[in-house]
């Protein structure tokens, strides 16, 4: 892989994101607060460590809203030795990376053009390598609001998504090792999703209706107005 960066420093205004907002039935996506910005130093890209650096506030804390990536068109910067696994596993240079907090940080930076992956930041785009989804869902649970029952969906990374027709539920075919697999995915934000952990399928499993459909008898979950077919039975 390639691990030469060649960004140059230079300052840009990074815009504030207030508090998510919303209610049960919708996904909790930040509200981006146009008036308040602020003149941040970027620096040239130094690894993981430089993009830490440019993601927190002023505080040293990371920000807990997620950062206008759409208004970012930074210089590309080469390839990472940056790997998330099929499992979900994040491993840098042949390392697991372990600290939660710190992948959560980089999940917020996460971009997809077509089938590549990037961690981008206002000032570089550097490209890393995902075996399947970048995200995964490891928690979820049925919600009631205005009378409906809908699906709720928590990832690994602190995602927080409600089942509808914006983040659907899709079974797709997975290949690893030359076996081919069927797995359950959800959009959780822009082109982004994530992987159903098994545990957390179980239960749509069990919260999911036979019901006769077009292609045969199938295992239908609902959420709110929406439905979704977790397999053919």
Not at 4 to 14: A, L, V
Not at 82 to 100: D, Y
Not at 144 to 150: A, H, I, P, S, V
Not at 152 to 179: L, N
Request: glycine content about 6%; hydrophobic content about 35%; aromatic content about 8%.
């Amino acid at each position: 892989m390639n691990n030469d960066f060649n960004c140059f420093s230079r300052t840009k205004t990074m815009t504030k994101i207030s508090p998510p907002q919303g209610n049960l039935g919708q996904s909790t996506a930040p509200a981006i607060d146009e008036s308040l910005s602020q003149n941040v130093p970027l620096k040239k890209t130094g690894g993981l460590d430089s993009i830490s650096r440019l993601l927190v506030g002023a505080d040293g804390k990371p920000t807990k809203s997620l950062p206008p990536l759409e208004k970012w068109n930074p210089e590309y910067c080469g390839e990472m030795d940056l790997v998330i696994r099929a499992n979900g596993e994040w491993w840098h240079e042949g390392t697991r990376m372990t600290r939660e907090p710190l992948i959560k940080l980089f999940s917020t930076v996460l971009w997809r053009e077509e089938e590549e992956y990037f961690l981008k930041t206002p000032v570089e785009k550097i490209k890393i390598q995902v075996v399947d989804a970048p995200l995964m869902v490891v928690d979820v649970e049925q919600v009631e609001d205005n009378g409906q029952t809908f699906v709720r969906c928590t990832t690994k990374t602190g995602d927080v998504v409600i089942a509808d027709a914006e983040h659907r539920i899709e079974m797709r075919e997975f290949v690893v090792d030359g076996v081919s697999e069927i797995r359950p995915y959800i959009r959780i934000r822009r082109n982004l999703d994530a992987l159903i952990h098994r545990n957390a399928f179980y239960h749509l499993v069990n919260w999911s209706v036979l019901e006769h459909t077009d292609a045969g008898e199938a295992m239908v979950l609902r959420s709110g107005d929406e439905q979704f077919v977790l397999g053919l039975v």
